[in-house]
């Protein structure tokens, strides 16, 4: 089983700029697709990005052109590039890594976007 552990999340202000990293051990990651996903509160957890074991990404709407996933297999890691930050991108932020047969998802980070 894979663990997964987010950090790089904190306060910004609107227009700012976060990078999310999520750092994988147990198991190399190179051939899940991994994601972000974000939780506001009250409300239900949303896909922000998945990018495949081919690099193929793909985004939520409200984060395209904003938000970019990438990974770097050789660290077994996943970043989230977050810029113009937004007050209603604020949310607890969770990796999630799937391959048939195993899933898992970090504890989360949590991003505060506020003036």
């Known amino acids: 089983q894979v663990q997964l552990v987010e950090s790089g999340g904190g306060l910004v202000q609107p227009g700012g700029s976060l990078r999310l990293s999520c750092a994988a051990s147990?198991?190399?990651?190179?051939?899940?697709?991994m994601g972000w996903y974000r939780q506001a509160p009250g409300k239900q957890r949303d896909l922000v990005a998945t990018i495949t074991s081919a690099g193929n990404t793909n985004y939520a709407d409200s984060v395209k052109g904003r938000f970019t996933i990438s990974r770097d297999n050789a660290k077994n890691t996943v970043y989230l590039q977050m810029n113009s930050l937004k007050p209603e991108d604020t949310a607890v932020y969770y990796c999630?890594?799937?391959?048939?047969?195993?899933?898992?998802w970090g504890q989360g980070t949590q991003v505060t976007v506020s003036s």
């Open positions: 147990g198991t190399s990651v190179s051939m899940y697709v």
């Open positions: 999630h890594g799937f391959r048939i047969g195993s899933t898992s």
